[in-house]
């Protein structure tokens, strides 16, 4: 389905073609089109298909500062749920962390990326902006030369823009990154021996926060979307397949790692999603190529432990938004050639926060009793020590952006 189509044919031009509509992608066009700068917005999949991926819940206060500023913040205002504080289980007991004391009143919200990526369409769609959805074939020209161009195929038609710049917001799959000569790229990567098995179900959370679990079993973690919406995590085999796992062996697993008040606490119910998603670290360096800027997980990803994935994409679209509309408002190119260090800056510091937030909570293969027990110590060192502490969830409520 094509929610607003967009009339191309050879011949039409935009100042920034946005491949991608995820909320990179959408949050950009936003940012912009607030700002008097013209896009057009490229996605492959149908906008059902986009609205249907269950994805991240936590959001930085960075990331409600930039929803606002695109005009799309009321309803997560309205029904997002602050969260003070998150809790730490492990050896059979649970230890809060209260984020808020611990970072001079910051909070996280806890409001799903469906409800972000709904409330941006909404606002395109209501500002009759143009977005192609099931653009097939979408390749990318020129943009090492001053006159990019972007094709795809709709409807088995081919058709062109020309551009200014080329945002690549197109995901970890996507065709930007894909595009960039490989001598260009410098690629850093780990892959994780597991994957993260998730729940969503219409049952009430386990606590009023989210609950991260070390347990000999493997991780777990209990988050919700909704007083009424739970969603949870199991760390799983790369073998594993969601066929295997019916709901009642999920809660049950669920049940087994969790501190003896969570497992009394756990309303189970039908799963209304499930899902297998592997983890890996993963960025690309630098995010610009000419008139090619890369932006969400086309350049970077991480895994979902420190919940850091969603707001390093928007911190990303906050640097490029500015740095674009510097460019055709003031004829300054300042902020696009900083864009890539400022970025990376940024994505580096949540590279290693995620990295050691699932290197703390999870068993890995080569995990033994030794290692298990200095993750505990590690953990107990954390929920004791305020100055550990602090460093945990000053990078867990987001670390400040650059001017
Ligand atoms: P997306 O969301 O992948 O969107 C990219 C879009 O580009 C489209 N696309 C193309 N379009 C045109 N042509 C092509 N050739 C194309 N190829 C791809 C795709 O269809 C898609 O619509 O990337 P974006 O916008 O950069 O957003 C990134 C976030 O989605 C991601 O980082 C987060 O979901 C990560 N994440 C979390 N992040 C957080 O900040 N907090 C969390 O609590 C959190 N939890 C999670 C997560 C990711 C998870 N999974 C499944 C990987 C929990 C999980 C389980
Ligand atoms: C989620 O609610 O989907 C979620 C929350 C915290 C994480 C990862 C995912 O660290």
Known sequence: MQASSFPSRTGARTQVAIVGAGPAGLLLAQLLHRAGVATVVLEQRSQEHVLGRIRAGIIEQVTQDLLDEAGVGQRMHREGLVHHGIALAFAGRRHRLDLHALTGGRAVRVYGQTEITRDLMAAREAAGLPTVYEA?????????????????????????????????????????????????????????????????????????????????????????????????????????????????????????????????????????????????????????????????????????????????????????????IEHYAERSDAGLDAYSARCLRRVWKAERFSWHMTSLLHRFPDTDDFGHKLQEAELDYLVHSRAAATALAENYVGLPLED
Request: with cysteine; hydrophobic share 40%.
């Open 136 to 324: 097939a074939e979408v390749q990318l020209h020129g943009f090492d030369a001053p006159h990019p161009r972007v094709s795809w195929r709709e409807g088995g038609q081919l058709r062109e823009l020309a551009c200014d710049f080329i945002a690549g917001c197109d995901g970890f799959h996507g065709i930007s990154r894909a595009s960039v000569p490989p001598r260009a790229l410098a690629v850093f990567e780990r892959l994780y021996p597991f994957g993260w098995l998730g729940l969503l179900a219409d049952t009430p959370p386990v606590s009023d926060e989210l609950i991260y679990s070390n347990h000999a079993r493997g991780f777990a973690l209990c988050s919700m979307r909704s007083p009424t919406r739970s969603r949870h995590y199991l760390q799983c085999s790369l073998a594993d397949r969601v066929e295997r796992w019916s709901d009642d062996d999920f809660w049950d697993e669920l049940r087994r790692r969790l501190d003896p008040a969570a497992a009394e606490a756990l309303v189970t119910g039908p799963s209304l999603e499930k899902g297998i998603a592997p983890l890996r670290s993963f960025v690309v360096e630098p995010m610009r190529f000419g008139r090619l800027f890369l932006a969400g997980d086309a350049a970077h990803i991480v895994p979902p432990t420190g919940a850091k994935g969603l707001n390093l994409a928007a911190s990303d679209v906050r640097y490029l938004s500015r740095a674009l």
